[in-house]
């Protein structure tokens, strides 16, 4: 989120609108966004059926895979702040999504881990290429 | 794992954390969206 943040300028040159999915409750939500301390449109799919559309899996094996408990041993270690929650379902994976003004699917990224995100660079890259121009809008 | 390129992103309508709604079809008329699925712990 913070890498995010701190593109947000190049992103605004392309006119991208960044949106936030998840799945807690409002109240998850709220308390996020104020942690987080992003502006970004936060919306709620508790049935994850936009999750499933996306095709983001839920999975035992990579939600709770060597590198994910080395990465939140490494982060509790540091003393950095770690949202341990027990709301909703704790299976789930995530990912980021790039669609194009034109609905088409510029850039599908299936995280593997927590930190594992396609880095800005890449999704600027992405809407620079001449062939999705057009259809970035 | 990263796709490039694909088909049509399903629309989809959702409530924000008060209660308005928003469709993909909202954003993209102001331009390219990016999702971000966020999973339970980050």
Partial sequence: MAQLRRFEEQFQEHDVQIVLIAFGSPHWARIFVDEVGVDYPMLLDPEKEVYRAYGFERSMLRAYSPQVIWYYLKAIAARRPVRLSTEGDTLQLGGNVLVGRDGRILLHHYSRQPTDRPSPDSILARLREPAFRSRAG | ?42
């Fill in chain 2, 1 to 42: 794992m990263s796709v490039f390129g694909g088909p049509q992103a399903p629309d989809f309508t959702l409530p924000d954390y008060q209660g308005q709604m928003f469709s993909l079809d909202q954003f993209l008329e102001d331009g390219p969206a990016l999702l971000v699925f966020l999973r339970h712990l980050a």
